[in-house]
Each structure stands twice: as structure tokens, then as C-alpha cells.
């Protein structure tokens, strides 16, 4: 299993095999969504910044 980090370090998700897994921080359950292996080896990842305007 490998860990998902943001720039700032804090703990995304996480990856194993064909799954990626997200745990709620306020309930605490675990969000698995899968993907197919055969198309690609590794999720690929896109951060995106969203800047706030006031």
C-alpha cells in the first residue's frame, strides 16, 4: 500500500493493486473506488490549487 501525500504532507489517500482508498476524517469510513489494472499500472494524480476570491 502506498501512501497519497499533499504538497503540505497530510495524508490523502492511499493506493494498493487496482484500488484507491479514502478514509472519511469525520466518520471515519473507508471510500474504495477501483480502477481498471489493465489500462494503466499506477493512478495517475493531478493536483489543482483553488484560489479563493473575496
Not at 502506498?2 to 504538497?7: A, K, L, Y
Not at 495524508?11 to 471515519?28: G, P, S
Request: proline share 2%; charged share 30%; with cysteine.
Amino acid at each position: 500500500m502506498e501512501d497519497i501525500r499533499c504538497s503540505c504532507g497530510k495524508l490523502i489517500c492511499q493506493y494498493q493493486d487496482n484500488m484507491i482508498i479514502i478514509k472519511c476524517r469525520h466518520c471515519k469510513r473507508f471510500l474504495i473506488i477501483r480502477f481498471n489494472q489493465a489500462s494503466q499500472t499506477k493512478p495517475r494524480i493531478f493536483w489543482r490549487e483553488f484560489k479563493k476570491e473575496y
